[in-house]
């Protein structure tokens, strides 16, 4: 592994409107958006105020691919850091990027990256197509999530080759790349696309478990050039989880009508050989 690369608004009362259906979005005059019409691009893209788990308020950028079938998120957090989130359909893989800015006077550089995959069951997300066609009637509104989901916590005992990993997912080489030499995954979901047909050199181990266990945490070690058992969490403010169904007198069967909305945290614990490596970690 590398060191680290270079690289008081008020809650909003009225609740998200997000309709699905092109013609009640022209009724409602509800603006259509990037690569929404017929004829135009794959690509849309929904910009929305989100509110932090913490309290704060960031901008959070939606970007829907019909065509890859595939969808990312990114949102800035108060502290600089940058958390990006990419789902792609066709190949069950989803990819949780995060660029920490360092800590210049602690001899940090300007940024560190680190990348989580793990395996996309496709009931956690809309679908792609879903997505591309979401817009909202109050561009100014500050949204919270209208279900938290539980955390999700990940013991990441793989690393993921950045040269071989477009086998995996063709999005991966461009999201990951700051983070090269810091891609990690699971080994219960390498099992999976093992199966699937991806080759094993696509994919490294990490010291076993066993190993892993005897090491501290990082928050537990002094010296900054040994190994320990990092820990990064970080959380989805804002996401569209589950397509919501209407039923209408002359419909004989329920329409797709709106979206619900999710929050979710996940905490990564993963092998670095220096702790230098992980210097956010201060918890025992």
């Known amino acids: 592994m590398r060191p680290p690369g270079r690289g008081g608004v008020p809650p909003a009362s009225p609740a998200l409107l997000l309709l699905l259906l092109p013609g009640l979005m022209q009724l409602l005059g509800a603006p259509r958006g990037v690569g929404a019409g017929p004829g135009a691009g794959a690509l849309s893209e ?3 105020r989100v509110r932090l788990p913490d309290g704060q308020v960031t901008e959070e950028s939606l970007q829907a691919d019909s065509d890859a ?4 998120l990114e949102l800035r957090k108060p502290d600089g850091t940058l958390i990006s989130f990419t789902a792609d359909f066709k190949k069950d893989v989803k990819i949780f990027r995060a660029l920490i800015l360092g ?3 602690k001899g940090q550089s300007q940024f560190q990256a680190l990348c989580f995959v793990t ?3 496709h009931n956690e997300i809309i679908p792609s197509e879903a997505m591309a066609k979401l817009r909202q009637k109050n561009p100014r509104a500050v949204r919270q ?3 938290v989901r539980g955390l999700e916590q990940m013991h990441m005992d793989i690393t993921v080759n950045f040269s071989q990993g477009g ?3 063709p999005h991966l080489r461009n999201v990951c790349a700051e983070a090269a030499d810091a891609i990690y995954t ?3 979901d390498v099992r999976f696309w093992l199966e699937q047909g991806v080759d094993s050199f696509v994919f490294e181990a990490l010291p076993k478990a066993s190993e892993q266990m005897l090491l501290p945490r990082c928050g537990q070690v002094g010296d900054r050039g040994k190994p320990c058992v990092c820990r990064y969490g970080l959380s989805l403010a804002w996401y569209p989880c589950m397509l919501k169904y209407c039923h209408g007198r002359d419909r004989p069967t329920p329409y797709k009508c709106g979206i619900r909305s999710c929050q979710k945290s996940y905490s990564f614990d ?4 220096q702790r230098q490596l992980c210097l956010w970690d201060e918890d025992p």
């Open 69 to 72: 079938d595939s969808i990312s």
């Open 186 to 188: 699971r080994q219960e």
């Open 103 to 105: 800590e210049l006077e």
């Open 119 to 121: 395996r996309l069951h």
């Open 145 to 147: 999530a209208e279900e």
């Open 270 to 273: 993963f092998y670095v050989p």
């Open 46 to 48: 929904l910009r929305v």
């Open 167 to 169: 086998l995996l997912s």
